[in-house]
């Protein structure tokens, strides 16, 4: 499985108003770079010989310091506002809009020691904070807050809230420009996974549709022995357990493979979603499962039944985790307990989801087109741990983009099934079934191995204006 190599690069404003403490701003400065490279990020910030004190609080410090952060615009995921003292509340606001970068801002005020009020030391930060955000509200600016209204950038608290505005970012940033490939027609039989290409779009999220037609003509033209095939089928024998599956649906899948991603990469799309039921087994003679675990164990999230919204979603999750998506199917109550039900799929789940994992047959559809046609699934048991889920859909009558998330965890309570299957809890599972079918929201729902709800949570809601529900 590979690993996002990114490095996270914050845009730094040093707060600073010359009636109070000067000091307070310089050591607060050093503060903050200290704690971001602390964290693995870089920090882009005015020196002590760009403004006074490396900090802003003139018209002037404010537009070079927007200029500095322009001119490293490409970098910039998001801004940081640290208030040491009270800070000039304009200057924030005008650095930003002249900055223009449109990235998370994070407002962070650090805490006045008790023992320490006298006006060599005050700083009055807790005031202040609320100033600087009442004017980036007026300048319609969006913004984060700290868990607490005031914490030192070296505190515990504030080390956690800059990994979660860390993961805010990488949504935003992940999401604007985003390219889909969508792969075959949705499966007549699955009106639920209907989407609006043109909501998306006008949210920055680009559809790049490619007909199964020409995904089986590119495979009829590849040779056994080519060497992106051969490179595919290597992959696919390491990955996971083939014992029982026949080489000529291994080829297949192997071929499938091959030319799904060299696609993608052609078209630089970066996750996808891909037509299965039935078309692929009857005309083709395998399942895609095993291709698209590959795929989203890889980082590179892949839905079934063309469902767009949904690999939407799991990407949202892969964002903020750095870890592997799914797309599964709210499916089964569990026994009587209100709390608990199945998630399951067929199935394409990743690597990363398992207890334990080999390659079988569809039995579902293989009902319907034979056992031979229907090899490639990735069958084993969701492994027990805290999860988070995500569902996006897009609402083209009132045109807008709506959904939900939350956590819970998956169990070893025992299941005996087929496919991907495993136990998930959820506190007041119930309101949630009911939000969602109330709501008319679909059956499917990603999740991912990491809680992360709450950033997703914040990056949809404040930076990309979706209106999603957050099941506590």
Same mark, same amino acid.
């Given at each position: 499985?590979?690993?996002?190599?990114?490095?996270?690069?914050?845009?730094?404003?040093?707060?600073?108003?010359?009636?109070?403490?000067?000091?307070?701003?310089?050591?607060?400065?050093?503060?903050?770079?200290?704690?971001?490279?602390?964290?693995?990020?870089?920090?882009?910030?005015?020196?002590?010989?760009?403004?006074?004190?490396?900090?802003?609080?003139?018209?002037?410090?404010?537009?070079?310091?927007?200029?500095?952060?322009?001119?490293?615009?490409?970098? /910039?995921?998001? /801004?940081?506002?640290?208030?040491?003292?009270?800070?000039?509340?304009?200057?924030?606001? +005008? %650095?930003?809009? *002249?900055?223009?970068?449109?990235? =998370?801002?994070?407002?962070?005020?650090?805490?006045?020691?008790?023992?320490?009020?006298?006006?060599?030391?005050?700083?009055?930060?807790?005031?202040?904070?609320?100033?600087?955000?009442?004017?980036?509200?007026?300048?319609?600016?969006?913004?984060?807050?700290?868990?607490?209204? %005031?914490?030192?950038?070296?505190?515990?608290?504030? %080390?956690?809230?800059?990994?979660?505005? $860390?993961?805010?970012?990488?949504?935003?940033?992940?999401?604007?420009?985003?390219?889909?490939?969508?792969?075959?027609?949705?499966?007549?039989?699955?009106?639920?996974?209907?989407?609006?290409?043109?909501?998306?779009?006008?949210?920055?999220?680009?559809?790049?549709?490619?007909? *199964?037609?020409?995904?089986?003509?590119?495979?009829?033209?590849?040779?056994?022995?080519? =060497?992106?095939?051969?490179?595919?089928?290597?992959?696919?024998?390491?990955?996971? +357990?083939?014992?029982?599956?026949?080489?000529? =649906?291994?080829?297949?899948?192997?071929?499938?493979?091959?030319?799904?991603?060299? @696609?993608?990469?052609?078209?630089?799309?970066?996750?996808?979603?891909?037509?299965?039921?039935? $078309? *692929?087994?009857?005309?083709?003679?395998?399942? =895609?499962?095993?291709?698209?675990?590959?795929?989203?164990?890889?980082?590179?999230?892949?839905?079934?039944?063309?469902?767009?919204?949904?690999?939407?979603?799991?990407?949202?999750?892969?964002?903020?985790?750095?870890?592997?998506?799914?797309?599964?199917?709210?499916?089964?109550?569990?026994?009587?307990?209100?709390?608990?039900?199945?998630?399951?799929?067929?199935?394409?789940?990743?690597?990363?989801?398992?207890?334990?994992?080999?390659?079988?047959?569809?039995?579902?559809?293989?009902?319907?087109?034979?056992?031979?046609?229907?090899?490639?699934?990735?069958?084993?048991?969701?492994?027990?741990?805290?999860?988070?889920?995500?569902?996006?859909?897009?609402? +083209?009558?009132?045109?807008?983009?709506?959904?939900?998330?939350?956590?819970?965890?998956?169990?070893?309570?025992?299941?005996?099934?087929?496919?991907?299957?495993?136990?998930?809890?959820?506190?007041?599972?119930?309101?949630?079934?009911?939000?969602?079918?109330?709501?008319?929201?679909?059956?499917?729902?990603?999740?991912?191995?990491?809680?992360?709800?709450?950033?997703?949570?914040?990056?949809?809601?404040?930076?990309?204006?979706?209106? /999603?529900? @957050?099941?506590?």
């Amino acid at each position: 499985m590979s690993t996002d190599s990114h490095q996270s690069t914050f845009g730094v404003i040093v707060g600073n108003r010359g009636f109070f403490p000067g000091h307070l701003a310089a050591s607060g400065r050093t503060d903050m770079i200290a704690a971001i490279e602390a964290s693995g990020a870089k920090a882009v910030v005015l020196g002590p010989e760009d403004s006074k004190h490396g900090a802003v609080e003139t018209f002037e410090e404010a537009r070079r310091c927007a200029d500095l952060f322009k001119a490293h615009r490409e970098k /910039i995921d998001g /801004i940081i506002v640290t208030l040491p003292n009270f800070g000039d509340e304009r200057a924030v606001a +005008d %650095t930003l809009r *002249l900055a223009g970068l449109n990235v =998370p801002v994070l407002i962070q005020a650090t805490p006045d020691t008790a023992s320490r009020m006298t006006i060599a030391d005050r700083r009055d930060s807790f005031c202040g904070k609320m100033s600087a955000c009442n004017n980036l509200t007026q300048y319609r600016i969006p913004y984060s807050l700290t868990t607490l209204h %005031t914490e030192a950038p070296q505190s515990a608290t504030f %080390t956690k809230d800059l990994a979660w505005f $860390s993961g805010v970012c990488r949504v935003v940033k992940g999401m604007r420009g985003l390219r889909v490939g969508a792969l075959g027609a949705r499966p007549a039989a699955f009106n639920t996974v209907r989407f609006s290409e043109k909501l998306l779009e006008s949210n920055g999220i680009s559809i790049i549709t490619l007909d *199964l037609s020409e995904v089986l003509g590119r495979i009829e033209k590849m040779k056994d022995d080519d =060497p992106a095939a051969q490179a595919k089928l290597a992959a696919i024998r390491a990955y996971v +357990d083939t014992a029982g599956t026949p080489a000529g =649906p291994l080829m297949k899948m192997a071929k499938l493979g091959a030319v799904i991603e060299g @696609w993608m990469q052609e078209t630089e799309v970066s996750i996808s979603a891909i037509q299965c039921w039935t $078309s *692929l087994e009857e005309y083709f003679g395998v399942v =895609p499962c095993t291709v698209m675990s590959m795929m989203s164990d890889n980082l590179m999230s892949s839905a079934c039944e063309v469902d767009i919204c949904g690999v939407v979603a799991m990407h949202a999750l892969r964002l903020a985790s750095g870890t592997p998506s799914a797309l599964l199917d709210w499916n089964n109550n569990y026994g009587e307990d209100p709390n608990k039900a199945v998630c399951f799929h067929c199935s394409n789940l990743p690597k990363h989801f398992f207890a334990d994992v080999k390659m079988d047959f569809q039995q579902i559809i293989a009902g319907t087109v034979g056992r031979d046609n229907t090899y490639g699934t990735c069958v084993g048991r969701v492994k027990a741990g805290a999860m988070s889920y995500a569902r996006f859909s897009t609402t +083209d009558v009132q045109g807008k983009i709506t959904g939900y998330v939350g956590g819970g965890q998956f169990t070893n309570d025992p299941l005996e099934t087929f496919g991907g299957a495993g136990v998930v809890e959820i506190q007041r599972m119930q309101e949630l079934l009911r939000y969602i079918c109330v709501n008319g929201f679909e059956h499917h729902v990603a999740a991912n191995f990491a809680e992360v709800s709450d950033v997703v949570y914040e990056a949809a809601t404040r930076y990309l204006g979706w209106e /999603i529900y @957050w099941h506590k």
